[in-house]
């Protein structure tokens, strides 16, 4: 069964500091991957899509990894600020689907 | 300079009536989506559009259903509303390169619309 799953659920960090979220999933064929920023109250906004050949892909302090291999990604927050408490949503592109995952809820805090 | 917009952004409203979400966007795309957020937050794709044309229909009960008068519009409306339907309805677009289910590009969202049945 396709799936995407994320870890951990939620996550409370000091402002300043780093963090990293998890994504494993079990998609297949495997097109690209996501990574998604949801605002408490607002639709999701779009961090990275990384295809297959994509190991790192950096957007400001947002790194997310790839590895295709074991099935997975995570995104690492740099320098984290209070503007980053959100949902954070990896999703799967495969067969002409978009495979959502649960979303990891961070908080941060001053 | 909103791209995705939704109206209304709550709706509140019993069981058995009928009520419509409207959705548009600005950016010039060609695919639209409606999506189902659920309380454990998982989104599901409801329907896609692409040039006013139906071409994803998820397992979604009839009672549900998509009007795309224009490519910048796609609404959605609900007949006989349930208990069930209560969740957070996004609509979202994406560039004209994509057009297949699920889209390559990336999808620019609406800020949601709560549905609460009582």
């Known amino acids: 069964k396709n799936q995407v799953e994320q870890s951990p659920q939620s996550l409370i960090i000091l402002e300043g500091k780093n963090c990293t979220l998890q994504c494993n999933y079990t998609v297949s064929p495997f097109s690209n991957l996501r990574w998604y920023k949801q605002d408490t109250g607002r639709g999701p906004v779009s961090l990275t899509i990384m295809t297959f050949s994509e190991n790192t892909k950096s957007n400001g302090r947002y790194t997310a990894t790839l590895d295709a291999d074991t099935k997975q990604s995570s995104l690492h927050i740099t320098a984290s600020q209070l503007s980053d408490s959100a949902s954070y949503i990896c999703v799967v592109y495969s067969n002409y689907q978009l495979i959502w995952g649960a979303g990891t809820k961070l908080i941060i805090k001053p | 300079d909103t791209a995705v917009s939704q109206t209304p952004k709550y709706l509140v409203t019993q069981m058995g009536n009928d009520k419509s979400i409207k959705c548009e966007q600005n950016?010039?795309?060609?695919?639209m989506y409606w999506y189902k957020q659920d309380s454990k937050k998982f989104l599901k794709i409801m329907f896609s559009y692409n040039n006013k044309e139906l071409i994803i229909n998820e397992t979604v009960p009839n009672r549900f259903s998509p009007k795309s008068p224009d490519k910048a519009h796609l609404n959605l409306h609900i007949n006989s509303l349930e208990l069930g339907d209560s969740a957070v309805y996004f609509c979202?677009?994406?560039?004209?390169?994509?057009?297949?289910?699920?889209?390559?590009?990336?999808?620019?969202f609406g800020p949601g619309t709560r549905l609460t049945v009582l």
């Open positions: 950016l010039g795309h060609d695919t």
């Open positions: 979202a677009s994406s560039p004209p390169s994509s057009g297949t289910k699920g889209g390559t590009d990336t999808q620019y």
